[in-house]
């Protein structure tokens, strides 16, 4: 059983930066997939970021080059480095594992953190 616990979310002006954090309880990452989702109210979770078990990463094309998504093994942690936020980056984040194997429905990632809140305003 993994646990995730995310923290470092928080309000900030657009053109700010914040650096989420997502702790994995007692569980080396290096072979699972991690990925970061988030949620506007009103809308479907979607993938931000993607953290491959290979070590390959993926960025929706909303974030490329603004977000940075890596891995602390050694602390069995994974980052989110948030730069030139805008507002429609306000919504809840959430990380997501899945072991080996990074599937393409939202639903079939078995470990999910209880998100944390990111607010920018304009």
Not at 8 to 32: D, E, I, K
Not at 84 to 109: G, H, N
Request: aromatic share 12%; with cysteine.
């Amino acid at each position: 059983q993994v646990q995730l616990l995310e923290s470092g979310g928080g309000s900030v002006q657009a053109g700010g930066s914040l650096r989420l954090s997502c702790g994995a309880s007692g569980h080396t990452l290096n072979t699972y997939c991690m990925v970061w989702f988030r949620q506007a109210p009103g809308k479907k979770r979607v993938g931000v970021a993607r953290f491959d078990s290979d070590g390959s990463t993926t960025y929706a094309d909303s974030v490329k080059g603004r977000f940075t998504i890596s891995r602390d093994n050694a602390k069995h942690t994974l980052i989110l480095q948030m730069n030139s936020l805008k507002p429609e980056d306000t919504a809840t984040y959430y990380c997501a594992a899945r072991r080996f194997y990074c599937p393409s429905l939202v639903s079939d990632y078995y470990y999910w953190g209880r998100g944390t809140q990111v607010t920018v305003s304009s």
